[in-house]
């Protein structure tokens, strides 16, 4: 987004907030904070800011696909597949003033397509969801919540449903009363918590501009020592049970949106090529998808046993997005659920900082090679055997840089 230069007669007023200007007849100042520059009457509220002089460096990209952003780490939920049982991290809520901050700073840099409100936790735990969801619309930021849907009352539908939210995800996970019971450790009427995501859905719909809504299903085939260790049942391990839960959840959709000329014949022909093997999109109508999505041990957190560290490895950390916890932390990724591998502090230094600071430097200096510099990425990507974490670096080099279009497959049910 190219920069716009506001001529110095609108800035004078702004100056007790925002400190004097150099000379010249004008500052350069991001297109948002143009707009707010502009538009500024006396009498109304001044968001901080600072002018855009410095970029990113280069071993960034010049804008991230999304950035996580942590409001809280507190679930009502306590699932099995979920590291939040071994997570060291004390339990708090980010301060409203730190997230402002965090805000501001993403989009005076203009530094990501979207802000998502997940790492850890359910963010509709935190007092002030709302008024930090208000800010960031302030600051024209598309924001993306993900939830587990059980706070999903008539009134926070409401509230939610007058939002300009770009992306609601669903952790729904578990797609039957059998497997949320079994796994989600929350005294839930599965009815009632499958109702209030339909309802919710349906007011999303109802606005002139709906966002991308998502639902989001995890398969079980393929992490049977990890299921065996944890005692997860095997809810979503063949192909066939995952197409009668889509075929079932799209039904529902359908139901619930009043689209009910679908031709179920024509449907089950779409669904049929679906495989458990991959990362599936599929679109049930216009933005609205269930994704599944394969079961993983959250970079070794949940097995047993010893890991022999990776040296080498690839990962999409820092490379389209990064996460902030709610403590201020600034972690290379959103499978980081215990800060470890954090490279500073909003608390102590501003984000454009701790992104050029010499941590992230040394450790993006190794992703170019192909290096794994920090412990806990070498962890991440490690095995129990060292053939092991020879096999899965080299795996994950040519999953998510060369293979990916195979995995990660595409799908569309309606015409």
Partial sequence: MDCVTVHRDKLKPLESRWGKFGGGDGLTLHPHW????????????????????????SY????????????????????????????????????????????????????????????????????????????????????????????????TIQRLAEQDLHQV???????????????????????????????????????????????????????????????????MGSAEALRQTILEWTELIYQRLNRNTVDRAKLLGKIKGIGIHAWN??????????????????????????????????CFGMRDHFAILYSGDVVLCCVDFDGRTSIGNLEDASLLEILKGPKLQEIMRG???GKLVHPHCRRCLGSATRAGSWIKPAASFMGLKVLKPLFYRNYRLFD
């Fill in 367 to 369: 992703f170019a090679r």
């Fill in 169 to 235: 995800d669903i952790s729904l996970q578990t797609p039957d009363a059998a497997s949320f019971m079994a796994t989600r450790g929350a005294r839930v009427d599965f009815e009632a918590y499958r109702a209030g995501i339909m309802d919710f859905l349906a007011a999303c719909e109802a606005r002139p501009s709906p966002p991308i809504f998502k639902i989001r299903i995890m398969t079980t085939r393929f992490a049977r020592k990890m299921r065996e260790q944890l005692g997860i049942p095997d809810f």
């Fill in 60 to 155: 960034l990209p010049r804008k991230f696909k999304r950035i996580h952003l942590e409001l809280t780490n507190r679930c009502n939920f306590s699932c099995m597949f979920c590291p939040d049982a071994v997570m060291t991290r004390s339990r708090g809520a980010m301060q409203e003033d730190l997230a402002r901050s965090a805000l501001d700073q993403i989009a005076q840099l203009d530094l990501a397509e979207k802000v998502t409100f997940h790492v850890m936790g359910e963010p509709l735990l935190h007092p002030r969801f709302f008024q930090i969801l208000d800010y960031a619309g302030k600051l024209n930021l598309p924001v993306g919540l993900t939830t587990n849907g059980a706070l999903l009352s008539l009134s």
């Fill in 281 to 314: 999109v599929i679109e049930i109508s216009h933005n609205v998808f269930i994704e599944t999505y394969v079961l993983t041990d959250w970079g070794n957190a949940l097995g047993q046993g010893k890991i022999v560290e990776a040296g080498h490895g690839y």
């Fill in 34 to 57: 143009a707009h707010h520059a502009e538009a500024w009457k006396p009498g109304e509220p001044i968001l901080d800011c600072m002018p855009v002089t410095e970029r990113l460096p």
